[in-house]
């Protein structure tokens, strides 16, 4: 089994940039398709960004160009970058893991307990 935890999220105005993390344990990020996704306030989950094995990521198009999706093996850790945050960015941000690759979709075996991200206009 591996456990998944999120941090560095925080209100942050339309414009800015946070880079959040997904620290495991419990196994190596080696073996997972990793991605993450948001739910905000009042609305279902949805898929933000993936990453596969060989590296290839996969993004939504509303983040395109604006959020990188990254992982270290090394120090067993994902990564989603996001600039020129806008307000409807604001939900909470879940990372996920599975032997499969997921992709978008809502369908990973493993999540993280999120982090809040908060964009004001």
């Known amino acids: 089994q591996v456990q998944l935890v999120e941090a560095g999220g925080g209100s942050v105005q339309a414009g800015g940039s946070l880079k959040l993390s997904c620290a495991a344990s419990?196994?190596?990020?080696?073996?997972?398709?990793m991605g993450w996704s948001r739910q905000p306030p009042g609305k279902e989950r949805e898929g933000v960004a993936a990453i596969d094995r060989d590296g290839s990521a996969t993004y939504r198009y509303s983040v395109e160009g604006r959020f990188t999706i990254s992982k270290d093996n090394a120090k067993n850790t994902l990564y989603l970058q996001m600039n020129s945050l806008k307000p409807e960015d604001t939900a909470m941000y879940y990372c996920?893991?599975?032997?499969?690759?997921?992709?978008?979709?809502?369908?990973?075996?493993?999540w993280g307990q999120g982090t809040q991200v908060t964009v004001s206009s």
């Open positions: 419990g196994d190596t990020t080696s073996r997972y398709c």
């Open positions: 996920a893991a599975d032997l499969l690759p997921i992709g978008l979709s809502r369908g990973y075996a493993y």
